[in-house]
């Protein structure tokens, strides 16, 4: 399944320098050097609140660069966060669904925002077997993990080159997470770049390239490499 | 700008067929309204065919920030809001496909508002084009204003009363044009609406170019 556009540049997807990122007044990223070349597969790992979530929003041009250079994709965070945006997918804690409209509502409505084809749609509902019953199912009364499959439908449908996942196993059963991980190794298999961040070590450290530790705001690279790892393409 | 308006209304309305809260609640608010004034206003019939028409266009208000408050609070559940922002829309086009949302709604509880009046007040009808073309112009001022103020007050922890506290200052002017309007309209005087039509329409300019270069930098710090 062809699910992103390929990556064709040398330059690194991710490049921070010196990164600042503040919520408020505290600074959630207190400096982050951090490289992350194309088809790579990369695990932040940390405590809670050590900055993987404010990391990847910081990636994904949600939160505003404060201080140091920040360039993911080839744009400049620091002067256009906007304009990474609609090339990045995002899935976070919270589902970015409307409980209303139903499975397959939710999916065309984000797929066509990012100007998707109706066929990445039905390639989409039917990867994450959501094209049955539960394509005319109000979101409201999914599950859990049937509302994290939704929000997977429609990040895949977007073909975004830049996948960043928090928690993505959470709420979902076991073939769900193994569905989740196909997920992202066809997806970097076919150009993508993938950034995570997990408290499944086990599953995730399987299917991580490298792994970088994220603590107090800043990263460094972590001293035991993924078993997937080949050359530490995250510095 | 408009492939991205229309698909936001139309993801509005849909929203809205599904949860039918203007139906059963903003509509049923807004008839609640009526009755009151009438209950009130009743023993001098003579007041209340005069105040009609403002009236109709304060209930039409009151009503407005309801549906203006369901349009926000639809992207404020689940970080609907962060996943508007990633999606690559136009925020122009966001902010006049939550215009055209409020509008239509806004259209269709009019008319039925006009019914009520109708059968409460006793009002004799008449000026039609006038009366059409007063209710598209104001709310198009009220929608746009509305929408505008919305995406301020909709990352606040107290929207729901900030909301009506920026808002209907601002409106001020929009209610004085279509009582105005309307008055000339019952009272079969139409060319002396016209003017107050016109006023209106600038108003309803100046909120929808505010709200198409205001309304990203608002939705980002909101």
Redesign the interface.
Known sequence: MEQTRPALSPVPVVHLRGAVALLGRFPALAGVDLDIEARRIVLLRGANGAGKTTLL?TL???VPVAGGEAVVLGVDLVADP?AV??R???L??????????TVG?NVR??A????ADPADVERALTRLGLDGRLRTV?VGRLSAGQRRRTSLACLIARRPELWLLDEPHAGLDQEGRDLVDTLVREAVAAGATVVLSSHELDRSLQLADSVITVAGGVVRPDPSPAPGANDGDAR | MIRDALLIAGKDLRLELRSRVALNQVLPFALLVLVLFAFALDPDKSVLTQATPGLYWIAVLFSALLALQRSFAIEATDGNRDALRLSGLDPAGIFLGKVMAVSAQLLVLEALLGVGVAVLYTSRIEGWILLAVTSVVATASIAAAGTLYGVLAAGLRVRETLLPLLLLPVLAPVLIGSTRAFEAALNGSPSEGWPWVGLMSIFASLYVVAGIFGFGPLLEES
């Open positions: 929003r994904a041009g949600l906007r945006r609609h990045v997918g995002l976070g804690h919270a589902t970015g669904l409307y409980d209303e409209l509502d409505f984000w066509r925002a990012a100007g109000a």
